[in-house]
């Protein structure tokens, strides 16, 4: 069965950056593209970008532009989510996804706490 | 950019129907996907391209999409169907393609 298992929490000063990474296991890895997707506390889901892992192929959202680097390793299956100068609203719960215009199968998300 | 719209919040007793909508701008012409996102948990989609459901997604739910409104249409309403809600579609109208959130639809089991 299709599996995405991210990496853990993390805890961040303003400014800093964090790498975020998902391991993708029960199906061909370089045949579907992987979002990142993120949630605040409270609120509703943020796109981010996406990554063709097949190519290495981006789209980002505007929003992130010039912050969010996404790559991936296909020795390993696995994709990253680098995420720059992070600032306190940057705190979320980040999430990677398996799909190409629909998200069909979803990680279990990783927590990044921006605090100083 | 494109922007959807859902309501706030849906309250429906169990074993009624639950309509959630998700208003856009000629939405009609686009794929709609809906996902459902328990506290605490991840989001699973259960409705894509409009009306097709993954499979082990029960045939309560279903989804339509005409003119500028989609609908997540949840039959039998039951207690576990209590959560969040989110429709999206995927905007490739502009030179940056992206993909789009609704705001999210609380939907209570009263």
């Known amino acids: 069965q299709v599996q995405l298992v991210q990496s853990g929490a993390e805890v961040k000063k303003p400014g800093a950056s964090v790498k975020v990474s998902c391991k993708a296991s029960?199906?061909?890895?370089?045949?579907?593209?992987m979002h990142w997707v993120r949630q605040a506390p409270g609120q509703g889901l943020e796109w981010m970008g996406r990554?063709?892992?097949?190519?290495?192929?981006?789209n980002y959202a505007q929003k992130f532009q010039g912050r969010v680097t996404m790559t991936r390793d296909t020795s390993i299956s696995t994709a990253y989510m680098e995420l720059s100068r992070l600032r306190s609203d940057d705190t979320a719960v980040y999430y990677c996804?398996?799909?190409?215009?629909?998200?069909?199968?979803w990680g279990q998300g990783t927590l990044v706490t921006v605090s100083s | 950019s494109y922007v959807l719209t859902q309501p706030p919040s849906v309250s429906v007793a169990p074993g009624q129907t639950a309509r959630i909508t998700c208003g856009g701008n000629?939405?009609?012409?686009?794929?709609v996907h809906w996902y459902q996102q328990k506290p605490g948990q991840a989001p699973v989609l259960v409705v894509y391209?409009?009306?097709d459901r993954p499979s082990g997604i029960p045939e309560r739910f279903s989804g339509s999409n005409s003119g500028n409104t989609a609908t997540l249409t949840i039959s039998r309403v039951e207690a576990g169907d209590e959560a969040d809600y989110y429709c999206?579609?995927?905007?490739?109208?502009?030179?940056?393609?992206?993909?789009?959130f609704g705001g999210g639809t609380k939907l209570t089991v009263l």
């Open positions: 996804a398996r799909g190409a215009a629909v998200a069909l199968n």
């Open positions: 000629n939405i009609g012409s686009k794929s």
């Open positions: 029960g199906y061909t890895f370089t045949g579907y593209y």
């Open positions: 990554i063709n892992p097949n190519s290495g192929g981006t």
């Open positions: 999206q579609v995927w905007d490739s109208s502009s030179d940056h393609p992206e993909v789009v």
């Open positions: 391209d409009d009306s």
